[in-house]
């Protein structure tokens, strides 16, 4: 049996796409000495000395549904990755894993699960029950990054693209996944395509040269996966190559420079969307946001809502077509006040906290359990 360190924390990510975990890795580094902390990318082929480094930790801390403890006695903190719109866990009709209990005893494993707010509480309880004594209300440690001085933003911007910004317009589109290959909900490929490639037209490019303005592709991590498995991806790069204003965000490029997604988010001046999570942490921001969301019937067949009516949940301009989403991007950029009213009632039945210190949070609640057990 291995004997556990007390003041060992190990954290686990799948990539750098928003990461809890990356945020709250980089803080510790940065802000304590007590803590001896490592962050293991998930790659099912980690070295002896993770591994060893893994079953010793007092503290092991996830950004997804499979926590697994290592050891007996080790405590188990689970961040997620995001406020949910979409139906989750057992409250996914079409999850393959839903009848399998897994979410349920995966659950069971966590000892503690961070919480934006009351509402994040209710909502991810509906779909991964557990015990109402495991939340802590501690806002999530990616929204840290979001708060960024702009000028470090700038500097990540630059390392990573080669693009100084100045008076151009960065619009960010970030959908949720749509094709994972192996859950029940999956799109036809016709239709995801369909989806993406109203945004790769000569007319939408032509837009985007109007008002000088840069779009920035950033595909959710599940999406890129398969995309690249199977071969797919490829009509991506093709739709994208020689397009100049238009810029696919890689995980390999954030991975390459330690940088996580969320530390760029601050150069943009505007957020497209469809019913992913980021639009809620996006408010943060107290920037605009457009749901661009063509296939609403679509996505509410195979996906389906925790709630409705969307109009009332989502925080941007609802676009149901290309056309209108170049108005409600005109419309965005133009009035830094678009949509402002719903876009604040919206940020504060979300958010409990609403700054840059929820890494601090969870830092005082791990070191409080420390120094509790010893």
């Not at 480094?53 to 689970?78: C, E, H, M, N, W």
């Not at 943009?268 to 457009?290: G, H, Q, R």
């Amino acid at each position: 049996m291995e004997s556990l360190v007390s003041n060992r924390i190990t954290l686990f990510t799948g990539n750098f796409s928003g990461s809890n975990t990356v945020a709250l890795y980089k803080f510790l580094k940065s802000n304590q000495n007590i803590f001896d902390v490592k962050l293991i990318i998930r790659s099912g082929n980690n070295s002896l000395e993770e591994l060893e480094f893994i079953k010793t930790s007092r503290f092991l801390i996830y950004t997804a549904y499979d926590p697994i403890k290592y050891s007996d006695g080790q405590i188990v903190i689970q961040t997620w990755h995001g406020f949910p719109l979409k139906t989750l866990g057992v409250l996914n009709q079409n999850d393959c894993l839903r009848d399998n209990g897994i979410y349920v005893d995966s659950l069971a494993r966590s000892d503690i699960v961070l919480s934006y707010s009351k509402t994040y509480q209710t909502f991810y309880n509906a779909c991964f029950p557990t015990f109402a004594s495991k939340y802590y209300i501690t806002g999530m440690p990616r929204n840290d990054f979001l708060f960024l001085p702009f000028e470090k933003v700038k500097e990540n911007l630059e390392r990573i693209f080669g693009i100084c910004k100045s008076s151009e317009k960065f619009i960010l589109f970030s959908p949720t996944y749509k094709l994972s290959g192996y859950r029940g909900d999956d799109y036809l490929q016709t239709s995801y395509f369909e989806y993406l490639d109203q945004i790769f037209s000569d007319e939408f490019v032509s837009f985007l040269d109007e008002i000088n303005s840069v779009l920035f592709l950033k595909l959710h991590p599940v999406e890129k996966r398969f995309l690249e498995s199977s071969g797919l991806i490829k009509k991506i790069f093709q739709s994208v190559t020689n397009r100049q204003r238009i810029f696919l965000i890689k995980d390999e490029d954030l991975k390459r420079n330690f940088t996580d997604l969320y530390e760029l988010l601050p150069c943009f001046d505007l957020l497209i969307t469809d019913y992913s999570s980021i639009a809620y942490d996006w408010l943060l921001t107290d920037k605009p946001v457009v749901n661009y969301i063509p296939d609403r019937e679509l996505y509410k067949k195979q996906r389906n809502f925790l709630v409705e009516p969307l109009e009332l949940w989502v925080p941007g301009a609802i676009a149901k077509n290309v056309h209108e989403l170049q108005r409600e991007i005109q419309n965005s950029l133009s009035d830094k006040n678009y949509q402002k009213n719903k876009r604040e009632l919206l940020k504060r039945i979300v958010h409990h906290y609403m700054d840059s210190k929820s890494s601090e949070r969870v830092f005082n609640l791990i070191r409080s359990i420390y120094e509790q057990i010893g």
